[in-house]
Structures are given as C-alpha cells and as structure tokens.
C-alpha cells in the first residue's frame, strides 16, 4: 500500500523515495508488525482467557509438570502472528507481486486449519482437535493450489524444477511432479513447526531464525547481480517476499514477548501451521527448498523423533525416545525447561548460519 500511495510522490515529497527500497520496506514491516503485536496483544490475551475458561487442554501423556506449569494458559495466540503479519505484509509490500499473494494464502489457509483445530480442543475440552487425514488433506489442497500458482508465474525454465544446494547451475527437473513436491515442503515445514512447539518460546524464535534466513534469501534470488554472482537461480519479484519475511519476523518477536517463560498464551496450531507453511511457500518459490531442511534443521529432527518414534513402537514394540518430540525427551531425562530451549535455540542458529553458508559455497 504504502509503494502504491507514497512512492508516486517522491519526485515532490523528499524521502519518499525510500519506499522503492525493498530493504527499507522490509525494515518497516518488521517495525509495523512488532507495533501492531504489542497493541493488540494484552487485549487479544484477555478476551482468549475469558473465552477459554480453563486454557489450552494439556495432554494427560504429556511430562507431569506440564499439568501444573501450563495449566490455565490459554491458546490460539498464533491469530495475534496472523493479524501483524498479514496487516503489515499489506502496508509494505507490494501489492501488484503475486508471490507476496501467494504466501499469504498458505499463510491464511494453513492458519485457518490450525485456528479450527484449536476451536475443537477448546470447545471439547480435549487435546484432540481436526481429525489428522481431515487436517492433512485441506493442507495438501492449500499446497497444491499454492503450487500450482507459483508454477504459472515463475519463469518456465524455473518453474518445475528443484535446485541444489552447493552446486552451480545444477537443477532438478521434476515436470508435473513438482506441485506434489511443492506441497509436500509446505506441509512437512507445517508439521515440523507444529511438533516443535511444546515449550515456551521453543518454536518462535527458530521460526524468526529461519524467516530471517530467507528474508536473505528472498531479496538475493530476486536480485539479478546478486545471484549470478552467487551462483543461485535467479527468480524475478522474489526480493518482494523478503518483506513478508520481515513482517513474519516481527510478528513473532512481538508474540515472543507474551511466550515467554512463564507463557501468557500460547500460539497453538493457528500460529504454528501459519509460520511453518509461510516458511515452506516462501523456499518453493525462491527454489530453496533443500536449504531449509538445513535452516530449519531443528524443526526436521523434531519430526524425525516423532517418525523414528513411531516406527520403532509399531514394528518392535519398543520406544526410541523416551517421549516424542524431541524436547519432551529431554524433559523426561530431568532437564529443566529454560534448558531445552536455549540449547534448542543455539541449534537452531548453528543451522541456520550452516544453511546460509550454501549461498557462497559452489
């Protein structure tokens, strides 16, 4: 909006010529999106809490200290993300960009699943929300439109194909199969953010981790000197996304600062199937969807906990973990819950300066 309006003006108004700056407008989105989540924070918060007499369910499974610590928190936090990210995606971005468009749909439509899934366990008072192949087939929906989407307006010799990290010009052709696979990085980076969130503050500030990482990646690919001189496919409008990227940033520091240990609210799937979607839109369309298995690694290895769990009980009758995700097994094994998160995080940067360092490596 603000490229729309101000920018016209520049030849008359000085400064205004910041707005065709797409580091400028990225910076203001963070700035925006932080602003809107403080306002509308302390009372989103309460009307949740009057709302959700009794917070989010917690799992009777679950590690025991959960069922006094969390007791009473109330959940659907993820639709004050929502709400700053996409009010500040409009302000700053341009609105004429159809990849911008793009990810606020899986961002929407994957925040729509996850906010219904969580209406159902409040309402109910259950842990068990949507119904899991019902959750998956409206994620795989979202995905392949979104998919289909981005393939009509990337560059045809782009368009199906899946780069590799590390080597130059090196492009995997998938034809009619890269929808299927486009979805499935949306939905895989979706559930991997869901699984991760279990403890206060765990998947938030891996989820800034990552948008930061591919707000770079963003406004490189979509940057022709920059990414011939990187090596990296070049993909025209990209940079746009670095802005939504930011705004995704400074939602979540904004929603952070109510996470925090003790936890005001939680982001529940509304927010967490959000995120994680946006981060995987934004890698299929930029054509670093390899790079964020790297930059997002801890959320893979949380999945992969829950999948080996998984696995192993059903073929041997025998537990891997001593509870998945991840994190709770670290709770189980006696560590304190600040601990988890803070070494979680310090992962999480450990992979995400690994994943950028592909960028020069060819």
């Known amino acids: 909006m603000f490229l729309e309006l101000l920018y016209p003006l520049a030849p008359t108004v000085p400064g205004f010529n910041l707005f065709r700056y797409i580091t400028f407008r990225t910076g203001g989105a963070v700035m925006t999106a932080l602003l809107v989540s403080f306002v509308l924070g302390p ?34 936090g993820g639709v004050l993300i929502l709400i700053a990210m996409v009010v500040s995606t409009l302000l700053w ?71 590799v990290p590390v080597f130059k010009d090196v492009l995997i052709p998938l034809g ?13 980076a979706s559930n991997a953010v869901n699984l991760t969130d ?14 930061a990482c591919f707000a ?19 993909v025209p409008g990209t940079g746009e996304l670095a802005v939504v990227c ?38 299929v369309a930029v054509k670093h969807e390899l790079v964020l298995a790297i930059v997002g690694g801890l959320f893979v290895l949380e999945a992969v906990s829950v999948i080996a769990q998984v696995l192993s009980y ?19 094994k006696g560590w304190k819950e600040p601990t988890i998160v803070i070494r979680f995080w310090i992962i999480a940067v450990i992979l995400a300066l690994v994943g950028l360092s592909t960028l020069k490596i060819r």
Not at 176 to 188: D, E, H, I, T
Not at 216 to 234: D, H, Q, R, S
Not at 323 to 331: C, G, R, S, T
């Open 43 to 76: 009372g989103l918060i309460r009307w949740l809490k009057r709302k959700q007499k009794g917070g989010q369910p917690i799992r009777a499974d679950g590690p025991e200290s959960h069922l006094l610590s969390k007791k009473g928190t109330p959940t659907m």
């Open 93 to 163: 971005a341009d609105p004429k960009n159809g990849y911008v468009w793009i990810v606020l749909f899986v961002t929407l439509g994957y925040g729509g699943i996850g906010f219904l899934d969580d209406y159902l366990k409040v309402t109910r008072r259950s842990s068990r929300g949507l119904p899991g192949r019902l959750k998956l087939a409206g994620q795989a929906l979202i995905g392949l439109l979104a998919a289909w989407a981005l393939v009509k307006i990337t560059d045809p010799r782009l368009a199906t194909s899946v780069a």
């Open 176 to 188: 009619m199969f890269f929808p299927l696979f486009a979805a499935f990085v949306m939905m895989g």
């Open 198 to 211: 279990g403890l206060d503050g765990l998947a938030i500030v891996p989820v800034m981790i990552a948008a």
């Open 216 to 234: 770079l990646i963003a406004y490189l690919a979509g940057n022709v000197i920059f990414a011939n001189y990187l090596g990296i496919p070049y």
């Open 246 to 283: 930011g705004a995704m940033i400074g939602a979540s520091l904004g929603f952070l600062w109510f996470n925090a240990p003790p936890a005001m609210v939680f982001m529940g799937d509304t927010g967490s199937l959000a995120t994680g979607g946006a981060l995987g839109a934004v890698a």
């Open 314 to 332: 059903k073929l041997t009758g025998k537990r891997v973990f001593a509870m998945a995700p991840l994190h709770h097994h670290f709770e189980k």
